[in-house]
């Protein structure tokens, strides 16, 4: 497994954030001084410095990491391409391995391999459509996994190592958004989490956790599928707006989607979901110059049977000028799909 380097990097990385955003003023051309203790602003491939890494399929591809070795049974990480020996793969996968597939074909090539152990764990996969994906990542946590889908927005130095990087010791904050808790939580088990993950070349960051769990019953498969959405705004341009949607068939119910519009902690998040038609929508706006900085933003639906949807996932900052207004944007849609173990 990954070795205690991950900690010791995450430690170092949160001091040198606060060292950098310090003295910031609250808006104007600079942010305010919040630490959003992600690390997605910092070289996050660093964090692979005392990891080693089996390189498969086509080296030439592909960076050379810090350290490397030969074998899969002596790595702590794998960075393969598509054109990698599935076997292989999949058995470093199995003993907890985390994968990372760069390059062509990336997001195919993980299917391929969570296909392979589809029988023993439980996953969901946001794919992206559409738009460039650089990083796939597929982690194994226990008889789950958590998978990681990079955007190209061409903001990370390094965009093969700093987003695998990132997976190691990168983190969600807490929602600034109430959850509503149920009599019912402790029914529903955890079942893995899908991230989209983007840098902008202009410095803005966001994160998509989307986090699935179960509760198998005598009237079948009830399934939860929770949202996060986090926003960093970069000098000049302040957050406007996070928006969440997922639209599943049109015959599949949605029990429950929550939360109701409120504003804590200065984000507002406004629920304009419909249930008649299965969609689930959430929009996320700040409402004090902290949250136009930094915020993350939280909601969720509840459902019965299988869990596959369309997704599309936007975030907009924008920077008032004198005679108007301009605005970077981010994000991406596609496909999530999820297997569960029986």
């Not at 062509?104 to 996969?125: H, I, K, P």
């Not at 983007?198 to 998509?208: A, K, N």
Request: with cysteine; net charge negative; glycine share 10%.
């Amino acid at each position: 497994m990954p070795s205690n380097s991950r900690r010791h990097f995450l430690t170092a990385v949160g001091t040198a954030s606060l060292a950098g955003i310090s003295g910031c003023t609250a808006l104007g051309t600079s942010r305010p001084d919040v630490n959003t203790g992600t690390s997605l602003d910092q070289d996050t491939s660093q964090a692979l410095d005392e990891e080693a890494v089996y390189v498969a399929g086509d080296d030439n591809d592909l960076p050379t990491p810090p350290t490397t070795t030969g074998s899969p049974e002596n790595a702590d990480v794998v960075l393969a391409t598509a054109s990698a020996d599935r076997t292989k793969l999949a058995q470093a996968f199995r003993a907890g391995k985390p994968v990372a597939f760069a390059g062509g074909g990336a997001t195919s090539a993980a299917q391929a391999l969570l296909d392979n152990v589809r029988e023993e764990y439980s996953f969901g996969m946001e794919m992206v459509r559409g738009r460039p994906v650089t990083v796939v990542v597929a982690d194994p946590r226990g008889d789950t996994v958590e998978t990681y889908t990079f955007v190209g927005e061409g903001g990370w130095t390094d965009p093969i190592l700093d987003p695998f990087g990132w997976v190691l010791v990168g983190r969600v904050p807490e929602c600034d958004t109430f959850v509503p808790e149920s009599s019912m939580d402790d029914m529903f088990e955890y079942a893995g989490a899908a991230h989209i993950v983007g840098r902008l070349q202009t410095g803005e960051t966001y994160v998509s956790r989307s986090e699935a769990s179960v509760s198998r019953q005598d009237a079948g498969l009830f399934v939860r599928l929770r949202t996060k959405l986090h926003a960093a705004a970069n000098d000049g341009y302040a957050i406007e707006e996070a928006v969440r949607e997922a639209d599943f068939p049109d015959d599949q119910r949605l029990d429950e989607v929550y939360p109701n519009t409120h504003t804590r902690n200065g984000v507002q998040v406004a629920n304009v979901s419909d249930t008649l038609r299965s969609t689930f929508e959430i929009e996320v706006t700040p409402e004090s110059s902290r949250a136009r900085s930094a915020l993350t933003g939280c909601g969720g639906l509840r459902t019965e049977g299988g869990l596959a949807y369309d997704h599309r996932t936007s975030f907009q900052w924008k920077q008032d000028a004198l005679l108007d207004t301009n605005r970077h944007y981010g994000g991406a849609s596609g496909r999530g799909e999820w297997t569960f173990t029986t």
